[in-house]
């Protein structure tokens, strides 16, 4: 079974970077040959036609996304996992993340919404969210964040290599699942 | 003489200098725009809304299927069907000059990129141009070239985009059934006199796959900007913040593969424009046709604005002095229409008439007591206006919003003080009126039109012809624009076989070395466009460090809220011109969707979408003040 861990996010963003460093990290780990990481952090459109040039023989069957999200109901630094059920909004909602696929919008809402949509996701998606602590340019985290990062890239990990800890996570829709830990919890 | 309003003249070898006897030259009452139109006041909104039910508040926020965050706002006369007030509102503060101050000049390739999620490359290279002239630095005619083909190819991305995924559903049988029914009705009944070029029988039929998210020309569109981009990254590394663009030219590796597989993506676009130019040529001539208010929507005065774009390779100098002659030497002119009449094609004429105004926009003036204006007159001696963006000072200032004060992060641009429009087709109109084209086998300007010879390919050749319209509205600037798809593959090939030509002579040249200087000051102006139109950055540099920065977009001008004499904006001037002729008296139900297509037509490009600087930190994904909350006491 192929599987591709993406991340999403903006580069030298503080915590919105969570994506792409994650991704930067386990570039690097010893996968087997089923498992692709990438940065998926640009137009959901090109996403969609990247991974539809899979040909279909290849195409992955689970994806693992991970980038920060602010959702503004849990404390920075806090981690959450869940399968999302693929439940898209209404069709006016696909095409407002089209237009903001279009012109320029990175967010992981976004992607998932666009390449669900065009077909290009795979149907076991797995969705890592931290909620970050500061918007501004900058290469380190803010300390919530920076506390569990190691766990983010420990969980994507697991996720990516093991069928039935997958399994075990709740299915939700954005935004949906578990609180994992925090920078609290882990300290 | 270009100037009716500012009191700019010229003398006998065309050289500009103010008039005499002018005590305050650049003042509010010496220089104001005569023949324009103007909002009605606060005050007589405010009684009308009072004294009849059927006018109403109608409020879009945001302004969705365009780039960035818009919000409009509107009084309706629902009786009249027409509207009463039009105010345009950025509802984000973009501040790439706050950012740019103090940094090493060569940060701005990559920091102003990020103004755009879909056009970086056209900022870049506008600031490496600026750039350029400031140190006096001259890419290689290769770099020229190429530097070229990668911003055509990124408009061969950014027009479809704009046609069939944000302005197209709009046109389509999904937006057309529910607001005018016997309009689609009709359409279902009506052939398609270009059928046997894009391949739909009817106009309804083609109406159906403009649906959005599912309608083939949609899709299609998709796709195309697959094409486009992939074309792009081959010479740019990677879309849409290139990585490849440097004072002096390229930093990319050119050879027979890399223009091989460039030309293999380019060549698509032949087909692709001919089926474009066909279908918006069939949905603005059905539109006319079933009911001749449509000339009215988005209709205003023939105000246009460009600065040119795509440079002879054999004409660039960098310099601020040459500008006037490499500019008229371009592959899109410069220029200047005013009601219709182009007035000039000069780079320093077109740069001087430039002002920006701050009356009702979130920033404080930077003129008045006490300042001194920094630049008299632009580096050869020709006047300049206190309110030029190379004396420009931006000022933040967040506040409450009113009609009445300030409404809108947008500035209002005005050249000779006029409210002008940019886009695709300001490029199109001057290039086909000045009749200053490099020679080509493949574009042609006639005074009246341009002529347009797309090779074959699957489709046999064709030429296409754009004709000045006779009228200025919503349907003639989404035609000029899917004309200008085709013009822009034409520039890209005509640039391809002259770079092909560098190459059979040995020239792999592509970028000439540079050093900033450390010690004074210098200026600079990059003069391009983004595929939206009119882009200008304006650099000051003191000892090597960037000490003032400021950009001129396309949406700056279009999106301008009402100036100091009630002016108003693009945008603005175009749905106060709008009639209302959706089949419905039913406020509730009424979608104002002939408003919708006079704002789109403009491809608004509210250029922040994706990293804004705020005091807060930066913003990388819009969130709109709201427009109906809106003062009232200005209201």
Same mark, same amino acid.
């Given at each position: 079974?192929?599987?591709?861990?993406?991340?999403v996010?903006y580069r030298?963003?503080?915590?919105?970077?969570?994506?792409?460093?994650?991704?930067?990290?386990?570039? %690097?780990?010893?996968?087997?040959?089923?498992?692709?990481?990438? %940065?998926?952090?640009?137009?959901?459109?090109?996403v969609?036609?990247?991974?539809?040039?899979?040909?279909?023989?290849?195409?992955?069957?689970?994806?693992?996304? &991970?980038?920060?999200?602010?959702?503004?109901?849990?404390?920075?630094?806090a981690?959450?996992?869940?399968?999302?059920?693929?439940v898209?909004?209404? %069709?006016?909602e696909?095409?407002?993340?089209?237009?903001?696929? &279009?012109?320029?919008?990175?967010?992981?809402?976004?992607?998932?919404v666009?390449?669900?949509h065009?077909?290009?996701?795979?149907?076991?998606?797995?969705?890592?969210? &931290?909620e970050?602590?500061?918007?501004?340019?900058?290469?380190?985290?803010?300390?919530?964040?920076?506390? &569990?990062?190691d766990?983010?890239?420990?969980?994507?990990?697991?996720?990516a290599?093991?069928p039935?800890a997958?399994?075990?996570?709740?299915?939700?829709?954005?935004?949906?699942?578990?609180?994992?830990?925090?920078?609290?919890?882990l300290? | 003489?270009?100037f009716?309003?500012?009191?700019?003249?010229?003398?006998? #070898?065309?050289?500009?200098?103010?008039?005499?006897?002018?005590?305050?030259?650049?003042?509010?009452?010496?220089?104001?725009?005569?023949?324009?139109?103007?909002?009605?006041?606060?005050?007589?909104?405010?009684?009308l809304?009072?004294?009849?039910?059927?006018?109403?508040? $109608?409020?879009?926020?945001?302004?969705t @299927?365009?780039?960035?965050?818009?919000?409009?706002?509107?009084v309706?006369?629902f009786?009249?069907?027409?509207?009463?007030?039009?105010?345009?509102?950025?509802?984000?503060?973009?501040?790439?000059?706050?950012?740019?101050i103090? @940094?090493?000049?060569?940060?701005?390739?990559? !920091?102003?990129?990020?103004?755009?999620?879909?056009?970086?490359?056209?900022?870049?290279?506008t600031?490496?141009?600026? !750039?350029?002239?400031?140190?006096?630095?001259?890419?290689?005619?290769?770099?020229?070239?190429?530097?070229?083909?990668? $911003?055509?190819?990124?408009?061969?991305?950014?027009?479809p985009?704009?046609?069939?995924?944000?302005?197209?559903?709009?046109?389509?049988?999904?937006m057309?059934?529910?607001t005018n029914?016997?309009?689609?009705?009709?359409?279902?009944?009506?052939? =398609?006199?270009? =059928?046997?070029?894009?391949?739909?029988?009817?106009m309804g039929?083609?109406?159906d796959?403009?649906?959005?998210?599912?309608?083939?020309?949609?899709?299609?569109?998709?796709?195309?900007?697959?094409?486009?981009?992939?074309?792009?990254?081959?010479?740019c590394?990677?879309?849409?913040?290139p #990585?490849?663009?440097?004072?002096?030219?390229?930093?990319?590796?050119?050879?027979?593969?890399?223009?091989?597989?460039?030309?293999? @993506?380019?060549?698509?676009?032949?087909?692709?424009?001919?089926?474009?130019?066909? !279908?918006?040529?069939d949905?603005?001539?059905?539109?006319?046709?079933?009911?001749?208010?449509?000339?009215?929507?988005?209709?205003?005065?023939?105000?246009?604005?460009?600065s040119?774009?795509?440079?002879?390779?054999?004409?660039?100098?960098a310099?601020?002095?040459?500008?006037?002659?490499?500019?008229?030497?371009?592959? =899109?002119?410069?220029?200047?229409i005013?009601?219709?009449?182009?007035?000039?094609t000069?780079?320093? =004429?077109?740069?001087?008439?430039?002002?920006?105004?701050v009356?009702?926009?979130?920033?404080?003036?930077?003129?008045g007591?006490?300042?001194?204006?920094?630049?008299? /007159?632009?580096?050869?001696?020709?006047?300049?206006?206190?309110?030029?963006?190379?004396?420009?000072v931006?000022?933040?200032?967040? #506040?409450? #919003?009113?009609?009445?004060?300030?409404?809108?992060?947008?500035?209002? +641009?005005?050249?000779?003080?006029q409210a002008?429009?940019?886009?695709?087709?300001?490029?199109?109109?001057?290039?086909?009126?000045?009749?200053?084209?490099?020679?080509?086998?493949?574009?042609?300007?006639?005074?009246?039109?341009?002529?347009l010879r797309?090779?074959?390919?699957?489709?046999?050749?064709?030429?296409?012809?754009?004709?000045?319209?006779?009228?200025?509205?919503?349907?003639?600037?989404?035609?000029?624009?899917?004309?200008?798809?085709?013009?822009?593959?034409?520039v890209?090939l005509?640039?391809?076989?002259?770079?092909?030509?560098?190459?059979?002579?040995?020239?792999?040249?592509?970028?000439?070395?540079?050093?900033?200087?450390? @010690?004074?000051?210098?200026?600079?102006v990059?003069?391009?466009?983004?595929?939206r139109?009119y882009?200008?950055?304006h650099?000051?540099?003191?000892?090597?460090?960037?000490?003032?920065?400021? !950009?001129?977009?396309?949406?700056t001008?279009?999106?301008? +809220?009402?100036?100091?004499?009630?002016?108003?904006g693009?945008y603005?001037?175009?749905?106060?011109? /709008?009639?209302?002729?959706?089949e419905?008296?039913?406020?509730?139900?009424?979608?104002?969707?002939?408003?919708?297509?006079a704002?789109r037509?403009?491809?608004?490009c509210?250029?922040?979408?994706t990293?804004?600087h705020?005091?807060?930190?930066?913003?990388?994904?819009?969130?709109?003040?709201?427009?109906?909350?809106v003062?009232?006491?200005?209201?």
């Amino acid at each position: 079974m192929r599987v591709i861990v993406a991340g999403v996010g903006y580069r030298n963003l503080r915590d919105h970077s969570v994506g792409v460093v994650v991704a930067d990290r386990l570039l %690097d780990r010893a996968w087997g040959d089923d498992v692709v990481v990438e %940065d998926l952090s640009y137009n959901p459109i090109a996403v969609v036609q990247r991974l539809e040039d899979e040909p279909p023989e290849r195409r992955f069957a689970r994806a693992v996304m &991970v980038a920060a999200v602010e959702r503004g109901n849990r404390p920075p630094g806090a981690v959450a996992a869940y399968r999302w059920d693929g439940v898209l909004p209404d %069709d006016e909602e696909v095409q407002r993340a089209v237009t903001e696929a &279009v012109t320029g919008v990175i967010a992981l809402d976004n992607t998932l919404v666009v390449t669900r949509h065009f077909g290009g996701l795979p149907d076991e998606v797995v969705v890592i969210e &931290v909620e970050p602590g500061v918007q501004e340019f900058g290469e380190d985290f803010s300390a919530p964040v920076a506390k &569990v990062i190691d766990h983010v890239c420990e969980l994507v990990v697991t996720m990516a290599t093991d069928p039935s800890a997958a399994a075990q996570l709740p299915s939700g829709g954005l935004g949906g699942g578990i609180r994992m830990a925090t920078g609290h919890g882990l300290a | 003489m270009c100037f009716k309003n500012l009191p700019i003249e010229f003398d006998a #070898q065309g050289k500009p200098f103010l008039r005499a006897g002018v005590a305050n030259p650049y003042g509010p009452t010496e220089a104001t725009p005569r023949g324009a139109p103007a909002q009605l006041t606060a005050e007589r909104i405010e009684e009308l809304l009072k004294r009849n039910g059927y006018i109403k508040d $109608l409020d879009f926020d945001p302004v969705t @299927r365009v780039a960035g965050a818009l919000a409009f706002h509107t009084v309706a006369d629902f009786q009249g069907r027409k509207v009463l007030e039009a105010r345009s509102m950025a509802t984000l503060f973009r501040g790439y000059e706050v950012i740019m101050i103090g @940094r090493d000049p060569r940060d701005a390739i990559f !920091i102003t990129s990020r103004a755009c999620g879909v056009c970086g490359g056209v900022h870049s290279v506008t600031s490496a141009m600026a !750039i350029e002239m400031a140190i006096g630095c001259v890419p290689p005619p290769l770099g020229v070239l190429i530097r070229n083909i990668a $911003l055509a190819l990124e408009f061969l991305y950014d027009h479809p985009l704009h046609l069939h995924l944000l302005a197209g559903p709009d046109y389509s049988a999904a937006m057309v059934g529910p607001t005018n029914p016997s309009l689609l009705e009709r359409a279902r009944r009506s052939e =398609a006199p270009h =059928a046997e070029i894009h391949g739909f029988r009817t106009m309804g039929e083609l109406m159906d796959d403009l649906n959005p998210l599912s309608g083939k020309l949609y899709l299609e569109a998709l796709h195309m900007t697959r094409v486009a981009r992939e074309a792009y990254v081959l010479i740019c590394g990677k879309y849409p913040h290139p #990585q490849t663009i440097v004072p002096g030219g390229m930093s990319s590796t050119i050879n027979l593969t890399v223009m091989n597989e460039m030309f293999t @993506r380019l060549a698509q676009f032949f087909d692709y424009s001919k089926k474009l130019a066909t !279908i918006w040529d069939d949905l603005t001539e059905f539109f006319y046709e079933a009911n001749p208010a449509y000339k009215q929507v988005g209709a205003r005065r023939a105000n246009l604005i460009d600065s040119g774009i795509f440079d002879h390779h054999e004409a660039y100098d960098a310099t601020y002095a040459g500008a006037a002659a490499w500019g008229e030497r371009r592959w =899109a002119t410069p220029g200047v229409i005013m009601d219709g009449q182009l007035v000039t094609t000069d780079l320093h =004429a077109l740069n001087i008439g430039v002002e920006e105004f701050v009356e009702h926009s979130y920033y404080e003036e930077w003129t008045g007591d006490g300042q001194r204006q920094h630049f008299p /007159t632009d580096p050869v001696g020709n006047p300049l206006s206190p309110y030029h963006p190379w004396n420009k000072v931006t000022k933040p200032r967040p #506040q409450g #919003q009113s009609w009445k004060e300030k409404y809108t992060w947008d500035t209002a +641009p005005r050249w000779d003080r006029q409210a002008m429009e940019a886009g695709a087709y300001a490029r199109l109109w001057n290039t086909a009126v000045a009749q200053k084209l490099p020679a080509n086998p493949f574009i042609e300007s006639t005074g009246t039109s341009l002529k347009l010879r797309l090779p074959q390919g699957a489709l046999p050749e064709l030429e296409l012809e754009w004709k000045v319209p006779a009228v200025w509205n919503a349907f003639e600037r989404n035609r000029a624009r899917a004309y200008c798809t085709g013009f822009t593959a034409l520039v890209a090939l005509n640039n391809w076989l002259a770079a092909m030509d560098r190459l059979k002579l040995g020239d792999t040249r592509t970028s000439t070395p540079f050093e900033i200087p450390k @010690r004074g000051e210098q200026r600079g102006v990059g003069f391009w466009g983004a595929g939206r139109g009119y882009l200008t950055h304006h650099l000051t540099l003191d000892r090597g460090a960037v000490a003032n920065y400021q !950009i001129l977009t396309p949406s700056t001008w279009n999106a301008s +809220p009402s100036d100091r004499w009630r002016q108003p904006g693009p945008y603005e001037e175009a749905v106060l011109n /709008t009639p209302l002729l959706e089949e419905t008296d039913d406020p509730v139900k009424f979608k104002g969707i002939d408003i919708l297509r006079a704002i789109r037509s403009f491809d608004p490009c509210m250029p922040c979408t994706t990293h804004i600087h705020s005091d807060a930190g930066v913003i990388t994904r819009e969130v709109n003040t709201c427009a109906c909350g809106v003062d009232d006491e200005g209201g």
